[in-house]
């Protein structure tokens, strides 16, 4: 039964991305935390996938898993970091109150999730074929470059921005007259 | 096929754990990787509310989501490299030349 199928793929992909994410903030070296980021990312490349937008978990795996999470290896690699203490090592009320608060916030939208949309039951009919339409890389190209044009022109300008910024804040600081200052 | 709901409450607790992340740890790349999965999640909920509605809008607003996720991450490690350079160290508690 191809329902049970999609039930069952989607608590697999749910399962590996919740466990990622719990090894993602437990971890104390970065880089397995770097590693477990990359699976819960794939993870939810596939929960799109199931949701039908085909564009965006492409787009998902190439700029997420494919330059975000290269940066950030990169970052880690040139940065020779120790190793953090272990959390339970570093025990303090201050975390405990962080995690609880965390919690009540998670109960918070939680409830307002699944009871806010318990009875909003979209009619699959006809909707099914259009969801299909949308997810498709012509269909959302297409809306960029009309509809979207100029949403698309300032978010170039703002990736520009974002290199000169980024060249200009690791640029090492040179002082031609007195390199020995520091 | 499978309710609303779960894909929320999935990305509800993707969400959760970011904040978790975010306030419990002390290295700041382990932190900005938290706000990467927070980002991530909320992305989650607009597919899933994208998809289930037949409404595009959604699959458009997490393009520029990801987008400003880029530059955000561009300048941030930026920033964490010149910190780095200046207190040989990210963890945020060291971090106090801002503070009053």
Do not use: H
Not at chain 1, 40 to 48: A, D, E, H, P, R
Not at chain 1, 117 to 145: D, H, M
């Amino acid at each position: 039964m191809d329902l049970s199928l999609i039930s069952i793929l989607f608590v697999i992909l749910a399962v590996i991305s919740i466990f990622s994410a719990l090894m993602l903030i437990t971890r104390k070296n970065p880089v397995t935390s770097a590693l477990y980021l990359i699976l819960n990312f794939f993870t939810v490349s596939g929960i799109y996938l199931l949701l039908k937008a085909q564009f965006i978990a492409i787009i998902q795996v190439m700029v997420y898993m494919g330059a975000i999470m290269v940066l950030f290896l990169f970052v880690i690699m040139l940065l020779n970091l120790r190793d953090e203490k272990n959390l339970t090592e570093s025990f303090s009320f201050k975390k405990l109150t962080s995690v609880l608060l965390s919690i009540t916030f998670f109960v918070l939208i939680g409830t307002t999730f699944y009871f806010g949309f318990s009875n909003i039951n979209p009619s699959r009919q006809g909707v099914e074929e259009k969801t299909v339409e949308i997810g498709k890389a012509t269909f959302l190209g297409e809306k960029l470059f009309t509809e979207f044009a100029m949403p698309v022109l300032i978010a170039g300008i703002l990736l520009l921005v974002a290199i000169i910024g980024a060249v200009v804040l690791a640029k090492k600081k040179f002082d031609p007259v007195s390199p020995d200052k520091e | 096929m499978i309710d609303i709901q779960y894909f929320l409450i999935l990305s509800a607790v993707l969400f959760s754990i970011g904040v978790i992340g975010v306030l419990v740890r002390r290295n700041a790349i382990v932190i900005f990787m938290c706000i990467e999965l927070m980002l991530n999640s909320v992305n989650l909920s607009l597919i899933t509310f994208s998809s289930f509605f037949s409404n595009y809008y959604g699959q458009i607003f997490v393009f520029f989501i990801m987008t400003v996720a880029a530059a955000e991450a561009a300048v941030g490690l930026a920033i964490i490299i010149s910190i780095y350079r200046n207190k040989e160290s990210i963890n945020v508690d060291e971090i106090n030349i801002l503070k009053w």
